[in-house]
């Protein structure tokens, strides 16, 4: 395994890690979240959009190069109906499970095996996407 193989490893067991701790792994902690009857998780996803927007901002100005590699290029996503499109239907999605991708496949981690439809229900609606696109 090459050390960007290995970073990226640890990086994804830390993320696992802290959505198990959260709560973001739970169902009903997220749904209570959307409901806005339990804001807890407003500090969670706080804390991920200030570390993203650090790690997207900020750091490249004291860095020439990321450290494993290849070098740091604006992103630019624009703003279009296939954007608005897409995330009215993970909104939808996720308010209808509880789970987005990222908390789904942790939740699998943490024993959580009926989410195992939520998640290939992505992966069905990935796939139906890229037909759509080709």
């Given at each position: 395994?090459?050390?960007?193989?290995?970073?990226?490893?640890?990086g994804?067991?830390?993320?696992?890690?802290?959505?198990?701790?959260?709560?973001?792994?739970?169902?009903?902690?997220?749904?209570?979240f959307?409901q806005?009857?339990?804001?807890?998780?407003?500090?969670?996803?706080?804390?991920?959009?200030?570390?993203?927007?650090?790690?997207?901002?900020?750091?490249?100005?004291?860095?020439?190069a990321?450290?494993?590699g290849?070098?740091?290029?604006?992103?630019r996503?624009?703003?279009?109906?296939?954007?608005?499109?897409?995330?009215?239907?993970?909104?939808?999605?996720?308010?209808?499970?509880?789970?987005?991708?990222?908390?789904?496949?942790a939740s699998?981690g943490?024993?959580?095996?009926?989410?195992?439809?939520?998640?290939?229900a992505?992966?069905?609606?990935?796939?139906?996407?890229?037909?759509?696109?080709?």
């Amino acid at each position: 395994m090459n050390a960007q193989n290995a970073i990226v490893l640890i990086g994804g067991i830390f993320f696992g890690f802290g959505l198990a701790y959260s709560g973001m792994t739970r169902q009903e902690i997220v749904l209570s979240f959307l409901q806005l009857k339990d804001l807890g998780l407003i500090f969670v996803m706080g804390g991920a959009a200030a570390l993203t927007f650090i790690a997207v901002n900020v750091v490249p100005r004291y860095l020439k190069a990321p450290l494993l590699g290849g070098k740091f290029k604006p992103r630019r996503a624009p703003m279009s109906k296939n954007v608005v499109i897409g995330a009215i239907i993970f909104g939808l999605g996720w308010g209808i499970s509880g789970q987005c991708p990222g908390s789904a496949i942790a939740s699998f981690g943490t024993g959580n095996l009926p989410v195992l439809v939520g998640i290939a229900a992505m992966f069905i609606g990935a796939y139906v996407r890229g037909l759509l696109d080709s």
